[in-house]
């Protein structure tokens, strides 16, 4: 029930790296550490969730969430994931119509809308 | 200015009155005249009572002591020089609300006592009009009057938890409305950690046909529901049963398949306290003959269709989440031919999040379709219990989100 959180600057997008589990425990984490990087005036955010061992439906509330605050002040919240089990969860709930998903964080800082 | 704290052994072996051998109060002395302190130090000595006791002479010594460790009983003077009068009982009170307070007072101010004791201290004594067998009486009622005062307001709030649980929960799961029975509905719903509130984990069976309904076409044909609102905690509850409930009217109604997961997420948006809240549900028609089963799939993973002893994932398009993009999602239904005899298995992700044992592997969906397989009972109840409570043992505690379950049989 552990969740690791860092954070690094790649140009004008803000890397969101994510290890372990998201999940009713730790998801508030995520969500104070999202709300700070907008508080600061970061827009354009990338979650890494290459280490993320687990996902619930919290977690996935909160990047909801996250991408509510980001577009509110016309950013981007991108995600970076090869993980079958962790894609699987976007695209039963839809969510990959919503969030742009990448394979690597090179590709995502590379991307433009 | 905190002086060092002096702990004094147990009293001189004098048997002590009504209270265990082994019991020993621990007390916290707050008072900044060190002969008043020594004369508290030399009473309580000669009380018997099996004590601890460490001496502080100011307010800020006294929040440090409590941080440390929890005292029975607090005696604590009210002119202290960082803190007086009813304020110091308060901030006391607030630091640490499991302690008896009992108030030392001057000769000339007996109504300060008085006062305290409305302020929410447990007794007052005045200073040199103490006697040993005084202290004894007044320490140990107050720590007893305390103690008993703490396990009935526990009692209380635990009443009212209870209570706001089970109206909740009441909502969340209802009572099938069936009209005849060719089909049986057996349903489970779990909250997650004890004592905490509900989760958005929701489930409905109504069958419709009946006088006044809309669509008399359909008679005796079963709709079912079962959703999970996103997150955890009151709201989460509160917008769970929304839904249901909206949902059983809507079927009522006369809507259907996708019109009425749109209009489903119309109340849901419309209702909800957060802008990042969004729900994921399944809803299965089974015909009235029987033969077949029409399943919508909205952010929601398959029912499972249990059969000759084993189950297996019903196939069907999946759809998105109520709330993610409202107005944009549309819903497809697929069709699924049912056995003479089976049930369909409807669940919440909260039966396969639980861990499988002790290292990071989840149940998930696999593990739960091997558990059917290994069940030794097929009838719904007796499976649903079987269901639960090895995913429960298996979990061992770890992993504790609400988990809802409905299984509708047929033969």
New interface residues.
């Given amino acids: 029930?552990d969740l690791s959180l860092s954070t690094r600057t790649v140009g004008d997008r803000t890397v969101v790296e994510v290890g372990g589990e998201i999940?009713?425990y730790t998801?508030p984490k995520l969500r104070e550490q999202l709300v700070e990087l907008v508080n600061e005036g970061h827009y354009h955010l990338i979650v890494d969730m290459e280490g993320v061992?687990?996902l619930?439906?919290?977690g996935?509330?909160?990047l909801?969430?996250g991408l509510?605050r980001v577009r509110a002040h016309e950013g981007s919240l991108r995600l970076v994931c090869n993980q079958e089990r962790i894609l699987k969860i976007f695209?039963?709930?839809?969510?990959t119509?919503?969030f742009p998903i990448h394979s690597s964080v090179d590709e995502a800082v590379a991307a433009t809308d | 200015m905190r002086t060092p704290v002096r702990t004094v052994p147990t009293g001189a072996g004098v048997p002590t009155q009504a209270k265990a051998p082994t019991e020993t109060y621990r007390i916290l002395l707050v008072e900044d005249d060190a002969g008043d302190a020594l004369l508290v130090e030399e009473l309580l000595a000669d009380t018997g009572l099996s004590h601890t006791l460490s001496w502080t002479q100011t307010m800020a010594g006294a929040l440090a002591d409590l941080g440390a460790r929890t005292p029975d009983c607090v005696l604590l003077d009210l002119h202290l020089p960082d803190a007086s009068g009813m304020g110091a009982i308060q901030t006391l009170e607030a630091a640490c609300p499991q302690s008896a307070v009992i108030v030392l007072t001057g000769l000339a101010e007996s109504r300060a006592g008085v006062l305290a004791v409305a302020n929410g201290a447990q007794d007052y004594l005045v200073k040199g009009q103490v006697t040993a067998d005084l202290l004894n009486r007044v320490v140990r009622y107050a720590v007893h009057r305390k103690q008993a005062e703490r396990a009935s307001a526990e009692l209380r709030e635990n009443r009212i938890h209870a209570q706001e649980n089970t109206r909740l929960e009441r909502g969340l799961l209802p009572a099938p409305l069936l009209r005849d029975d060719r089909v049986r509905a057996s349903m489970r719903y779990l909250p997650g950690r004890q004592r905490a509130l509900l989760g958005g984990d929701f489930l409905d069976v109504v069958q419709t046909g009946g006088d006044g309904d809309a669509g008399g076409a359909e008679a005796g044909t079963v709709h079912a529901v079962i959703g999970d609102v996103s997150g955890h905690g009151p709201d989460e509850a509160a917008l769970g049963v929304c839904l249901r409930i909206t949902w059983r009217a809507l079927v009522l109604a006369g809507h259907r398949g996708s019109e009425l997961l749109g209009l489903l997420e119309q109340v849901l948006v419309a209702e909800r306290p957060r802008g990042d809240m969004f729900a994921t549900c399944s809803t299965v028609t089974l015909d009235p003959r029987g033969q077949t089963a029409t399943v919508y799939l909205a952010g929601h993973h398959e029912p499972l269709l249990c059969a000759d002893g084993g189950a297996r994932v019903v196939p069907a398009a999946h759809g998105p989440a109520l709330g993610i993009m409202p107005g944009g999602g549309h819903w497809r239904p697929s069709e699924v031919a049912l056995p003479d005899k089976g049930a369909l298995l409807l669940y919440t992700d909260g039966l396969v999040e639980g861990y499988r044992g002790p290292g990071k592997d989840r149940l998930e969906t696999e593990g739960l379709v091997a558990l059917i397989a290994d069940a030794p009972e097929q009838a719904a109840d007796r499976l649903l219990d079987h269901l639960v409570s090895t995913a429960q043992t298996l979990n061992a505690g770890r992993h504790a989100d609400d988990l809802a379950a409905l299984h509708l049989s047929w033969d």
Avoid at chain 1, 91 to 95: A, D, N, Y
């Fill in positions: 029930m999940d009713v998801a061992d687990f619930d439906s919290t996935l509330g909160v909801v969430g509510k695209r039963i709930t839809g969510l119509k919503v």
